[in-house]
């Protein structure tokens, strides 16, 4: 397979690969031109799609996206078809409103959602998962990662007391690797907490499966009337931002 990498190890892995890969593909675009030319869509194009096979790459995105501990607190819930972006747009009803033609008239939309609690039947998955992913030489390692991870939890379930909100920045960073990611794609998209997440929670029937929502991200082409695609983009300057030691 063109690409494919067989070096394994620790410090033999990823950048050679990574490289070579990157010379691979002649489309590949510079991560920085991706960051600065997406923006907010605020209107689609609701005739065209997004294909499934660039989807399912922002969903690998996503799935990949690092969280502390490895605890990753998230459920990803997809709608691509009306009836489905219809029940999305549940969440973006009254004050919302202004959000709802982002929904509807995009190809995908994404609600992401966090785990409100890291229960000992999650943490019992992620260590079944990472054992069988190989990431345990023995017993010891395996017993040192649970405990290193309960530690986490505890620390912000008894100490910080801030265990939901841990959770839901874990979350935040998906949806940034998503939307750098789509538009290295060429796909635009708009991130939504304009939401009815109360709504969207009983829609869904989150609470009974340990989740809430938290934000919504739609994927799509932007409509050729779309203000804001005109509009320059606007960012503090890097000495308001930086402090350089
Ligand atoms: C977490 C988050 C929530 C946002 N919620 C909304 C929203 O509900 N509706 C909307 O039109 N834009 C929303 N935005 C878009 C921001 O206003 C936008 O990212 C910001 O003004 C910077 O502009 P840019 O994304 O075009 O670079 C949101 C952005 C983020 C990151």
Redesign the pocket.
């Known amino acids: 397979m063109a690409g494919s990498c067989n070096n394994v190890g620790p410090v033999a892995r990823m950048r050679p690969c990574v490289a070579r890969h990157l010379t691979e593909r002649k489309d590949t675009m510079d991560i920085l031109a991706a960051a600065k030319q ?3 869509a ?1 209107a689609y194009d609701p005739t065209r799609k997004v294909p499934e096979e660039t989807m399912r790459q922002i969903y690998d995105l996503m799935r990949n996206s690092p969280s502390s501990v490895n605890s990753q607190p998230w459920h990803f819930i997809v709608a691509s078809t009306p009836e489905a972006k219809a029940r999305m747009a549940k969440g973006t009803p009254a004050a ?1 409103a ?2 709802e033609p ?1 929904v509807l008239n995009a190809s995908h939309v994404v609600l992401f959602c966090a785990r409100v609690d890291a229960d000992a039947a999650h943490l019992d998955k992620l260590l079944a998962q990472e054992q069988a992913d190989g990431r345990f030489r023995d017993d010891a390692a395996k017993a040192g990662q649970a405990k290193g991870r309960l530690g986490y939890v505890n620390l912000h379930r008894y100490t910080q007391k801030d265990l939901p909100q841990w959770l839901e920045k874990q979350v ?1 960073i998906a ?2 690797t998503a ?1 750098l990611g789509a538009s290295a794609l060429g796909v635009d998209t ?6 009815d997440t109360r709504a969207l929670d009983a829609e869904f029937d989150l609470h009974a499966q340990g989740l809430s929502s938290l ?2 991200l739609s994927f799509g082409y932007r409509a050729g009337d779309d203000f ?1 695609a005109a ?1 320059p ?3 503090l300057k890097e000495e308001q931002v930086f402090t350089f030691l």
Do not use: A, C, D, Q
């Not at 708009?190 to 939401?195: D, H, K, L, S």
């Open positions: 997406r923006y907010t605020k919302f202004y959000n982002k935040y949806l940034g939307m708009t991130p939504m907490e304009g939401i934000v919504m804001n509009l983009k606007s960012r």
